[in-house]
């Protein structure tokens, strides 16, 4: 039976000065990560986590390992199921965005090997705004179709007020937001190696 263990919250300023000690994970989608993450950032999307386990327990027993998102929700998440398995590990607060307003460098692939794209959020904003102007530009034709315009609505309610995001889950499973098996068998051996 695993212990569980309480993660901790490094300030920008904490993680930059330390950051040669971590083990950093980035658990962003591939697309985030490819738009720029910490220096020495593995890529391990949160959805993966359970799959990395093993590597990041291992990591986590030679050193401190520190979780990194694009504002800290999903790095905070991921914490908590590294600590409810026993896995001490701290979170970046503020995220990759904190990190880059504080001055410090974000590290691209290079454009050969880059997948870039729009960051969760923008995908999230995109979608939603395009699913209420369809329902809108629909309930000319018939007012039911409203009802797509008033469910988004309701779900960008909810995501303010529970802090979690549905249709962010639905769009990381699309392709483009999803690792190649490759890059996480090289982020998994990575954890092992370090």
């Known amino acids: 039976m695993t212990v569980p ?9 904490e993680a930059h000065a330390r950051l040669p000690e971590f083990t950093v994970i980035d658990v962003r989608t591939p697309g985030e990560y490819a738009s720029g993450h910490l220096p020495g950032a593995l890529n391990i999307p949160l959805d993966h986590l359970r799959r990395a386990l093993p590597g990041i327990r291992h990591a986590a027993e030679r050193g401190d390992v520190l979780v990194v998102c694009a504002s ?15 896995v001490p590990s701290a979170t ?3 995220g990759t965005g904190a990190w880059a307003a504080g001055g410090h460098d974000l590290h691209r692939p290079e454009a050969r090997a880059a997948r870039t794209g729009w960051s969760m959020e923008r995908q999230v904003r995109f979608t939603a705004g395009t ?4 329902g809108l530009g629909l309930g000319l034709l018939h007012p039911a179709f409203r009802i797509l315009s008033a469910g988004i609505a309701g779900g960008l309610v909810l995501s303010a007020l529970t802090g979690t995001c549905g249709m962010a889950l639905v769009l990381a499973k699309l392709p483009h937001n999803r690792p190649r098996t490759a890059d996480l068998d090289a982020a ?3 954890l092992y190696g370090r």
Do not use: Q
Not at 72 to 86: P, Q, Y
Not at 131 to 134: F, I, K, N
């Open 92 to 94: 970046l607060v503020g």
């Open 5 to 13: 263990v309480t993660p901790s919250a490094l300030t920008v300023d």
């Open 131 to 134: 699913l209420v102007l369809l």
């Open 188 to 190: 998994s051996a990575a």
């Open 72 to 86: 800290g929700a999903r790095s905070r998440k991921a914490c908590e199921l590294l600590a409810e398995r026993g």
